[in-house]
């Protein structure tokens, strides 16, 4: 199961559906909305999607894990829209026959997703907003 | 011919619309594109070397050549990195 949501992330969904006979062990990634940035206090973040590359980006790294790990029973939910402090933002599930390789293929899962899975986020602060990114080069 | 532009994130917020349809010249890369979007909005010029490119919902190189019907978006840089 891998998925972009627009509500909020149904995380017992995401465990059940990879809950399967083999399994030993499930890993879950919980990514939660901090109200920090930079030691500036974040009210919201707004998270943006290419949902429909962003899934086929998932579905590639799902197939990198069964790859390296011969893992097949991953969910993987990210959320977008506006998120409150404390919010789960993106949420992982890996199931394994035993808990080395559910470790292992969770944290890959999350590293991937965070680098070539194009969803973007704003942080919205007390009289100002950016989208993380872009303030780099000369703008 | 004509392509299905995208855009997302801080990119929509410059160009103030999601998805734009371009006629371009025939034989057009990704690059020519870019380098004629980024003419009209010239905030985004600054990204060149940070974006990466789509087409049809698969990162390419920018000298990928371009086909009618395209969908291709210009990735700003996504919101991984460090303070995970």
């Keep these: 199961m891998h998925k972009i949501v627009s509500g909020q992330i149904d995380k017992d969904e995401a465990v059940k559906a990879v809950n399967v006979p083999t399994s030993g062990a499930i890993v879950t990634f919980d990514g939660i909305v901090r109200g920090t940035s930079h030691g500036k206090k974040v009210l919201y973040l707004e998270y943006d999607a290419y949902s429909e590359m962003a899934e086929s980006k998932m579905e590639e790294i799902v197939k990198e894990i069964y790859d390296k790990w011969h893992l097949k029973d991953i969910a993987m939910v990210h959320?977008?829209?506006?998120?409150?402090?404390?919010?789960?933002?993106?949420?992982?599930?890996?199931?394994?026959?035993?808990?080395?390789?559910?470790?292992?293929?969770?944290?890959?899962?999350?590293?991937?997703?965070?680098?070539?899975?194009?969803?973007?986020?704003?942080?919205?602060?007390?009289?100002?907003?950016?989208?993380v990114g872009m303030q780099s080069e000369d703008n | 011919m004509k392509v299905k532009l995208l855009f997302f994130a801080g990119f929509r917020d410059v160009v103030g619309s999601k998805e734009i349809v371009r006629e371009i010249p025939e034989g057009w890369s990704v690059l020519d594109l870019w380098n004629d979007i980024a003419d009209r909005y010239p905030k985004l010029r600054g990204f060149s070397k940070s974006i990466m490119n789509s087409v049809n919902r698969e990162y390419v190189k920018p000298d990928r050549a371009l086909k009618d019907g395209d969908e291709v978006a210009?990735?700003?840089?996504v919101s991984g990195g460090g303070h995970a």
């Design chain 1, 79 to 131: 959320r977008t829209g506006r998120l409150e402090i404390g919010e789960t933002s993106v949420f992982i599930a890996v199931s394994a026959p035993h808990r080395a390789q559910a470790f292992e293929a969770c944290r890959y899962a999350i590293d991937r997703i965070k680098k070539d899975v194009p969803i973007w986020k704003k942080e919205v602060w007390e009289g100002g907003e950016e989208w």
């Design chain 2, 74 to 77: 210009f990735i700003p840089p």
